[in-house]
């Protein structure tokens, strides 16, 4: 089994979670103590014990002693994760695979700038309220760009990917985690 099938069969449902990717790129390459991971991650005592069991669970981590490390399959993902983590923040990263919409919402925009209309209408059982929400965020996060056509009549927004959100879009592809590439007919 290849690590984007382990990542999409074994493993997807941990990634929902925004605390997973940043303590699994938290502890690539190093055992550490709970107290630092606490201190690296800002996060609290209650929560991380949670993530860590859950991950412990699903096999990515292990407890040896006071240290927690990665298993062979979270290093495995990690490294998977690696690329990308370098561009897109571990934060950003866990809102785009926690959410359906925002995957599809990327990967639609590899076809070329949309107005928000052929966005939504483009992605069946997108809402108007869902689009803006996702979009909003995707924008937060430096992986879409709005531009407002004001010269026309209606006003027309645009959405973009960005550098940002391009790399994402296509990493989301060949790991295996949204749409099929055959769906995605202009390239960068």
């Known amino acids: 089994m290849t690590v984007p099938q382990q990542c999409s069969m074994v493993t997807l449902p941990v990634f929902r979670c925004k605390h997973t990717i940043p303590i699994l790129s938290a502890m690539r390459g190093s055992a550490l103590r709970f107290s630092e991971l606490e201190r690296r991650l800002s996060v609290k005592p209650s929560v991380l014990v949670r993530k860590l069991w859950l991950l412990q669970r699903e096999g990515l981590v292990r407890a040896d002693g006071w240290k927690y490390m990665l298993t062979e399959t979270g290093e495995q993902i ?11 923040s571990p934060q950003a990263l866990a809102e785009v695979l926690k959410c359906k919409w925002s995957k599809e919402i990327l990967t639609s925009l590899l076809k070329g700038p949309r107005y928000s209309v052929e966005l939504v209408n483009g992605l069946d ?4 309220k869902v689009a803006s929400e996702r979009l909003r965020k995707l924008q937060k996060h430096g992986l879409v760009a709005k531009t407002v056509q004001a010269e026309t009549t209606p006003v027309r927004v645009v959405y973009s990917l960005t550098r940002k959100g391009k790399l994402l879009a296509w990493w989301l592809l ?8 055959q769906t995605i007919y202009k390239t960068l």
């Open 174 to 181: 060949s790991a295996g985690l949204t749409v099929q590439p």
């Open 125 to 128: 059982g997108l809402s108007w």
């Open 78 to 88: 990690t490294r998977l994760l690696t690329p990308i983590v370098s561009e897109v």
